[in-house]
């Protein structure tokens, strides 16, 4: 297996380190190609604050600098520039015209925000614990199925908006439900909320990332996404990119060969590398496990 990232952030979000930090590791670590994927500027399309989105005002330096180092690192690392789009039901998403007019070499789409029935402000599912549990108190009343529920309605809806290349961290609900305190990933209804979900990206023909980042950060025990889910998405040929969703030098690489026994274990022989754009489609090539 070859060793690639494509969803990486830099201090311009919140990464720590810098463009040319991430793209020096990379080239050390033998990389094939690395992909910046800041997160897109929110505030002035949703109204929400952020302190982990990149801001308007920096958006302009990002582009320029992952061109420049682009540039820089020609005929000795590829260096491809995307984002990461969160989707948020009638305020974003990566199918969004000025996103998609940017010319981008690919567009990652996330959910990270559930909107609340009660009408509060979305939140997002990935908070510290402790700010979790108390959105799912004050917003669901204690629902944390719930919570579930309208994650998973988000992400097929983001699926069936489309406008994205790469699905990212596709069940990151799991992680704050240590110890299925807020719902149970074994009920039935779970698993045909992941069957669903699969069986949409494969429908849509978006290529699906498995994401080491809870592993790197201890935040999971497994990757996003965990074996069974991906065995859904092997059953409709899904393709799926390795990802470290880096957010710092370090990171790049981190728990790959776990990821590569995952997707062995749900049958997958390949991944696929992404190679840029041609003719305004990705180019997605094998990358035999």
Not at 26 to 40: D, N, P, T
Not at 75 to 80: D, H, R, S, W
Request: glycine residues 12%; proline residues 5%; hydrophobic residues 35%.
């Amino acid at each position: 297996m070859l060793y690639s990232c494509i969803h990486t952030h830099t201090n311009f979000c919140d990464g720590t380190d810098d463009i040319e930090t991430l793209c020096r590791s990379a080239y050390e670590k033998g990389f094939v190609s690395l992909g910046f994927s800041s997160h897109a500027p929110i505030r002035k399309k949703t109204g929400l604050a952020s302190d982990w989105h990149i801001s308007e005002d920096r958006f302009p330096e990002y582009l320029d600098g992952v061109l420049a180092a682009r540039r820089r690192w020609e005929g000795k690392l590829p260096v491809y520039l995307g984002l990461e789009v969160d989707y948020i039901k009638g305020l974003i998403g990566p199918g969004d015209r000025d996103f998609l007019s940017l010319g981008l070499d690919y567009l990652i789409g996330s959910v990270h925000y559930v909107i609340p029935p009660d009408g509060g402000e979305p939140f997002t599912v990935d908070d510290a614990p402790e700010a979790f549990r108390k959105n799912v108190r004050e917003h669901f009343g204690g629902d944390g199925t719930g919570v579930m529920e309208a994650y998973w309605d988000a992400v097929d809806d983001m699926i069936r908006s489309g406008g994205f290349d790469l699905l990212g961290h596709a069940d990151l609900i799991k992680k704050n439900n240590p110890g299925e305190e807020f719902f149970p990933r074994k009920s039935e209804n779970y698993r045909r909320r992941l069957e669903k979900t699969a069986r949409l990206a494969a429908q849509s023909g978006v290529v699906v990332e498995i994401n080491t980042g809870g592993l790197i950060r201890g935040s999971t025990e497994e990757t996003y996404p965990g074996l069974n889910f991906l065995r859904y998405f092997k059953e409709g040929n899904t393709p799926i990119v390795v990802t470290a969703d880096a957010h710092r030098a370090e990171h790049l690489g981190g728990y790959y060969a776990e990821a590569r026994k995952t997707l062995l274990d749900a049958g997958y022989t390949q991944a696929v590398l992404f190679g840029g754009k041609t003719q305004g489609r990705p180019v997605w090539t094998a990358d035999p496990l």
